[in-house]
């Protein structure tokens, strides 16, 4: 696996995931694999499962359609992930940029065909030395109760629930000191 360019990064501990790389990304990759299809399935799957199914970007809420259309201007003050194979762009995360030491990890999603190879994993580890190596001393995010392989991915990781800041009731919140 190759770890994300930029300061911060460290390749040397970055865990071995054969044939999938995970990089940085920006807007300005527009030869490489980028996150938009991504978002897109992790979005549509979210709404489903919330009861809200939708056929297409189209119909999602209009701050997650931004994602999906403009991911370089929605998430231009947070790093990026991508993991990819051969080209083809397999997984992603979101990491927001520390406020008052604190990052949050969101939009966590490894392509279904994918799974099982340690994407998840190897994105949320990479995400996690990238914060600490930026100021980050905790970092946190939030995941949906129905989610119980997310939930237990995040716990294996390190992430302890604690009392929601969300709003929505189905929503588990978690945390993690660096």
Same mark, same amino acid.
């Given at each position: 696996m190759t770890s994300p360019s930029g300061p911060g990064a460290d390749p040397a501990s970055a865990p071995d995931l054969g044939e999938i790389t995970v990089s940085r990304w920006s807007g300005d990759d527009a030869d490489g694999p980028g996150p938009a299809g991504l978002l897109a399935a992790?979005? &549509? #799957? $979210?709404?489903?499962?919330?009861?809200?199914?939708?056929?297409?970007?189209?119909g999602l809420p209009d #701050?997650? #359609?931004?994602?999906?259309?403009?991911?370089a201007a929605v998430f231009a003050?947070? /790093? /990026? &992930? /991508?993991?990819?194979?051969?080209? $083809?762009?397999v997984g992603c995360l979101i990491l927001t940029a520390p406020a008052e030491r604190r990052s949050e990890i969101k939009r966590l999603w490894a392509d279904p065909e994918f799974r099982g190879r340690g994407i998840a994993s190897g994105l949320v580890e990479t995400a996690l030395r990238y914060a600490a190596g930026h100021g980050a001393d905790t970092v946190a995010l939030s995941v949906w109760k129905w989610r119980?392989?997310?939930?237990?991915?995040? %716990?294996r990781? %390190?992430?302890?629930?604690?009392?929601?800041?969300?709003? #929505?009731g189905q929503l588990l919140c978690m945390e993690r000191s660096l």
């Open positions: 992790y979005h &549509l #799957r $979210t709404e489903a499962e919330k009861g809200a199914p939708v056929d297409d970007v189209a #701050r997650y #359609r931004a994602e999906v259309l403009d991911p003050q947070d /790093v /990026v &992930l /991508v993991a990819s194979s051969a080209g $083809t762009a119980t392989g997310a939930i237990g991915l995040y %716990g990781l %390190g992430f302890v629930a604690v009392e929601s800041w969300d709003e #929505r």
